[in-house]
């Protein structure tokens, strides 16, 4: 899988040092490659596992494209980011070095409203929507699209202007949200795909597409609508909605043009069949890789890895061996107010089932109430005979764990 130069001469550039890039970081760290990390944060957790930290943002092109030329790099990746996947791409470009997206395909991916064009023009089942430039046209479709619907900026992650819309009295609120965030100035409106939700980790090779584990996305209530509470394995939908699931997650892929390379990509499941949210063109965000891991023995962040400096993976790489009954990420939320102290989390290392607890901040930082998943405080990944087993155990450990907060206010 490595062959050609030692892995130790090679330079991996990684934008974001975040919790979204911690299991990666690891992974670069722990395969001996001389990692650089990009991050505007300094107290990024992340930043641990690299040989050099750039304290700068992940979205400033002309500066990762100076860093990149600096350090000779001879691959560079943005895991658990959607807009740093089209710079890397370009960068790559720009420098000539081996990359497993050529721009347009990135460009395509990062986009939620170009990757659904071209779902429509492929014909991969995803939910109707509309582009709107004003709340004239959004009150349109909504009015269209039905009651509860969805507005969200076609070019954001994280829940960051993501609303769900529950009558027309709330319309107004949710479309100046999105299009005051969104770097473009529409706004999509979608109707509410009620139904149980899948995660697609999968991994291109030479154009074709494996699919690795697929989780069930547990979501939070608005108004923290659409934040991932936790991530179960194995899925518990019936077979025939999984295989249809996966196909759509694959035919999604062939549309944006992903041929190399992880996809993560979310997948609605309503009893008429999938409706794909969305794919992105890197690994997940939520310690994807690692559940992966711990499910199907398949290293997904050493896969990526491979991809983003160009080696060349063998079909073997992509066989399951099972690990475990079930696994499961459940990730933490905090009271919110200043962090003083965690608490527990040796204790939570050591219950049963635990893989590992990780603690996304340091004191000092302060937690909103849970809008988006930039206000989870952790996550633990946790493993059993059965996915229930595997949920019972995450949370167990989670139960474990305390984030002491003040109140934030009273401080000021
Ligand atoms: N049309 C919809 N119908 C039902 N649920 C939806 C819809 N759109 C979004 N959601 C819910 O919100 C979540 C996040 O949506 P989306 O991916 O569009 O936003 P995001 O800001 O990119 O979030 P993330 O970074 O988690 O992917 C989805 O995984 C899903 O749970
Ligand atoms: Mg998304």
Redo the contacts with the bound molecule.
């Keep these: 899988m490595e062959g050609g130069t030692a892995a130790s001469d090679k330079r991996l550039l990684v934008l974001g040092a975040g919790p979204a890039q911690l299991g990666l970081l690891e992974a670069a760290h722990e395969r001996g490659l001389h990692v650089i990390a990009v991050d505007r944060d300094p107290l990024a957790p992340g930043f641990r596992f690299a040989d050099r930290r750039a304290i700068v943002s992940v979205e400033d092109e002309p500066a990762i494209d100076r860093l990149a030329n600096a350090e000779r790099i001879d691959g560079i990746m943005a895991p658990g980011i ?1 807009f740093p996947v089209a710079i890397a791409a370009r960068v790559a470009a720009r420098l000539g070095i081996a990359h497993p997206l050529d721009p347009p395909t990135a460009q395509a991916a990062t986009s ?1 409203l170009r990757q659904r064009e071209r779902f429509a023009d492929a014909g991969v089942p995803h939910a109707r929507y509309r582009v709107c430039s004003s709340l004239a046209e959004a009150s349109a479709a909504a009015a269209d699209l039905g009651f509860p619907c969805v507005v969200k900026a076609p070019d954001l ?1 994280g829940q960051k202007g993501l609303g769900f819309v529950r009558d027309a009295d709330a319309l107004a609120e949710a479309f100046d949200t999105a299009r005051g965030l969104a770097r473009s100035s529409v706004v999509l409106v979608e109707e509410l795909v009620a139904g149980r939700e899948v995660t697609v980790n999968a991994f291109s090779a030479g154009g074709r597409f494996h699919p690795l584990s697929v989780t069930d996305r547990v979501v939070a209530e608005p108004p923290a609508f659409g934040v991932a509470l936790a991530h179960v394995w194995p899925s518990e939908l019936e077979p025939d909605e999984l295989a249809a699931a996966v196909q759509a997650a694959e035919s999604a892929a062939a549309a944006v043009g992903v041929r190399e390379g992880p996809t993560y990509t ?1 997948v609605l499941v309503r009893p008429d069949g999938p409706r794909v ?2 794919l ?1 063109a890197r690994l997940g965000g939520g310690h994807d890789a690692e559940l992966c891991e711990a499910a199907l023995g398949i290293d997904l962040n050493r896969l990526a890895i491979s991809a983003a400096l160009g080696e060349r993976l063998y079909d073997g790489a992509f066989v399951p061996d099972e690990q475990a009954g079930g696994a499961c990420v459940r990730f933490l939320v905090p009271e919110p107010g200043v962090l003083e102290a965690v608490e527990g989390i040796e204790e939570a290392e050591r219950s049963s089932g635990v893989v590992w607890v990780r603690s996304y901040r340091e004191p000092g930082h302060v937690f909103g109430p849970l809008r988006r998943g930039a206000d989870r405080a952790g996550a633990v990944l946790a493993v059993g005979d059965s996915r229930k087993e595997a949920l019972a155990r995450a949370t167990r450990a989670a139960e474990r764990i305390r984030f002491v907060t003040a109140d934030a206010e009273a401080l000021v």
């Design positions: 959607d939620k992650q979310q949210g969305e992105a």
